[in-house]
């Protein structure tokens, strides 16, 4: 059980360290890209998910094998559920708020639908960065 709790830890760590260098320092760069935005903001897609698909995979693996850990009384439940839903809330904004606003941007810049993303990124960050407390309190409780 160790190593899947640091394992889940390195990997949750690795998504927030990520979130947070993508909310204050990518997504803040995207208003200075001025011509040929659509394009850069369709290359930034491609290659944003090379590494957050990575992440969410790992997480989603860890996160599935503590619950059912969880559910037989093997770790404890809190810090597991915890994170499951700090995980849970991440992919939903993704999925429901920020892969929508990355589509409307796609189309050319739009500065209401990149202050609506810098809003959806930090509920990602204060999310991932709870995610991280939580795998923590996981490996140390």
């Given at each position: 059980m160790t190593a899947l709790a640091v394992t889940h830890l390195?990997?949750?760590a690795a998504y927030a360290g990520f979130q947070w260098t993508v909310r204050v320092l990518v997504y803040p760069q995207f208003a200075g890209v001025?011509?040929?935005?659509a394009a850069y903001e369709r290359a930034h897609q491609q290659r944003v998910t090379r590494v957050v698909g990575p992440l969410f995979a790992g997480q989603g693996v860890t996160t599935v094998?503590?619950?059912?850990?969880?559910?037989?009384g093997a770790v404890p439940a809190g810090p597991v559920l915890a994170g499951a839903g700090c995980l849970a809330v991440v992919?939903?904004?993704?999925a429901l708020a920020a892969v929508p606003l990355h589509r409307v941007l796609d189309s050319g810049w739009d500065a209401g639908a990149h202050r609506r993303l810098l809003r959806v990124d930090t509920v990602?960050?204060?999310?991932?960065?709870?995610?991280?407390?939580a795998a923590g309190w996981l490996v140390l409780g």
């Open positions: 390195v990997l949750v001025g011509a040929g935005f094998w503590l619950l059912v850990l969880a559910l037989r992919l939903g904004v993704t990602r960050v204060v999310a991932a960065t709870a995610g991280v407390l």
